[in-house]
């Protein structure tokens, strides 16, 4: 399985405050992602990457922005965290032969 | 665009018995791959089996087959002698097309095994 760490696990803030979350890889995948997970919703992309500083929107991005400075790292930043916000999230890299994705253990994110 | 559907919510299904979870997808790419993930309640995503599109025998994993009829643009999940610890969420998820290489993800249908 693919290394991946996000941080924090668990989160609790308040409107307003903002949020950064982190992914770590150890696999040297190029290509990392960001979903959420809402009941009745699946997972629905939010942001993602294709190398060191290429980020592209995904289909939730509204008040999401990420950076990738190094290619291990993959960060989700909630500039102004909002209850809608309140969510799991989930960093995600891919395995390029079949495409397959590798999830972290998720974050759980609650604003308050 | 690309659409995954599951239409069972949630299912039932006795012990050593087997399941199968519906999941049909739109897609104009001609070349592309169907994948199913479990999450069990402890949170994480456990990658079961991979479909690719011009394979032409039906992919299996264990327990898990992958029951593809692309001409009806299904991908169901068969699970062969349920087990206990088989409860859990399943999703079916299909490559996004274009240069993300992202996976887009059905609603998913929550298994319950009954002892």
């Known amino acids: 399985d693919a290394g991946i760490t996000q941080s924090p696990r668990h989160k609790v803030t308040e409107t307003g405050t903002p949020v950064t979350l982190r992914c770590h890889q150890t696999e040297n995948h190029r290509y990392m992602y960001w979903y959420r997970q809402d009941p009745g919703h699946g997972l629905r992309l939010i942001h993602y990457?294709?190398?060191?500083?290429?980020?592209d929107k995904g289909e939730v991005s509204d008040g999401y922005s990420v950076s990738r400075s190094k290619t291990e790292d993959f960060l989700l930043t909630l500039e102004s965290a909002t209850s809608s916000q309140t969510s799991v999230y989930f960093c995600a890299t891919r395995l390029a032969l079949t495409g397959e994705l590798f999830f972290g253990e998720g974050s759980r994110l609650t604003v308050l | 665009a690309q659409k995954i559907t599951q239409t069972q919510p949630g299912m039932f299904v006795q012990e050593k018995e087997a399941v199968t979870l519906d999941c049909t997808y739109d897609t104009s790419d001609q070349s592309y791959g169907l994948f199913w993930y479990k999450q069990p309640s402890s949170g994480e995503m456990i990658f079961l089996i991979y479909?690719?599109?011009?394979?032409?025998q039906n992919a299996t994993e264990g327990r898990y087959s992958l029951n593809f009829q692309k001409a009806r643009k299904s991908a169901n999940l068969v699970i062969s002698a349920s087990q206990l610890g088989d409860s859990a969420m399943y999703f079916c998820a299909l490559t996004g097309g274009g240069s993300q290489g992202n996976l887009i993800f059905g609603k998913g249908t929550k298994l319950s095994v009954k002892p």
């Open positions: 990457s294709y190398g060191v500083k290429d980020t």
């Open positions: 479909q690719g599109s011009y394979d032409e």
